[in-house]
């Protein structure tokens, strides 16, 4: 039997998101364009690429689809779904139990630690100790994992919670807060392109987080249907390859 065949059927059955993916021959994949690595806009050619770039159109070949990407955030994640905006999120989405409670995931393809972002000039915070410290300020994005962690993981430094990824950024250069929260993918960008940024590690594991696609509640024959072509990739090496182009192969999941 046909596994595509099989699984359009019970699209059908229950008139959800494979059978209008099918329908309409193209499949809407929301993205977050400024995480490198993973879905990053460059802003001067404004190509997409990343890991989630080359998997979306892979799963879009699988499919026998045309491909859409939907710019979207961490923080309209759950909206952006659930309104139908698009299809599934591809941008490495961490699972949290606080995503967990509006959307559902796929099988993990990358998993990443928590890692920290500070200035050069930052005489204080030298080591992973120093964070955690009455006089610091970490600054995290609305939205993001870092957010929950962190709030629940400081005891005695001032969190600083910002609407975007960038205003964290700001916030370290400028002096005004002295560490902001991230991973691996995204150390790797501020490190390859700012002559400030300098990185913080944690000295054993922190809070490791698997990463994966999500879609909207009530979608199982589609969230099926990607484990399938997510399992194949993983088999067949193109999950492997795709790290390797982006430099990912340290946090990538390939069992």
Same mark, same amino acid.
């Given at each position: 039997?046909?596994?595509? &065949? ?14 209008? #993916? ?12 400024? %995480? ?18 080359? =998997? ?8 026998? #689809? ?29 699972? /949290? ?37 009455? /006089?610091?300020?970490?600054? #995290? ?7 929950? #962690? =962190? ?12 609407? @975007? ?15 902001? =929260? /991230?991973?691996?993918?995204?150390? +790797? ?11 913080? @590690? ?8 698997? %990463? ?5 509640? &009530? ?24 790290? +390797? ?11």
């Amino acid at each position: 039997m046909c596994l595509l &065949g099989a699984w359009a059927g019970v699209g059908l059955a229950h008139a959800g998101a494979l059978e209008d #993916v099918q329908a309409k021959k193209q499949v809407r994949v929301c993205i977050w364009p400024d %995480y490198f690595g993973i879905s990053y806009r460059d802003p001067k050619t404004r190509q997409l690429s990343g890991i989630d770039v080359d =998997m979306a159109k892979l799963l879009a070949d699988d499919l026998k #689809v045309e491909l859409q990407f939907v710019d979207s955030s961490f923080s309209r994640l759950v909206e952006d779904l659930t309104q139908s905006r698009c299809d599934i999120a591809m941008f490495a989405i961490g699972i /949290t139990p606080q995503r967990l409670q509006h959307l559902r995931f796929t099988k993990p393809h990358l998993a990443s630690d928590i890692m920290a972002i500070t200035t050069k000039s930052n005489r204080r915070i030298q080591n992973w100790s120093d964070i955690d410290a009455p /006089t610091t300020v970490v600054a #995290v994005a609305k939205g993001t994992l870092h957010e929950s #962690v =962190m709030k629940s993981r400081l005891q005695h430094a001032e969190l600083k919670v910002l609407d @975007t990824p960038g205003a964290r950024e700001q916030e370290v250069e400028s002096g005004r807060a002295d560490v902001f =929260m /991230t991973d691996y993918p995204f150390s +790797q960008r501020m490190l390859k392109t700012t002559d400030w940024a300098r990185l913080v @590690t944690p000295p054993s594991t922190y809070h490791i987080t698997p %990463y994966a696609w999500a879609v909207k509640p &009530g979608e199982e024959p589609w969230l099926e249907r990607v484990n399938q072509f997510l399992i194949k990739s993983k088999n067949n090496g193109s999950l492997k390859q795709a790290a +390797q182009r982006h430099g990912l192969t340290p946090i990538v999941l390939l069992d």
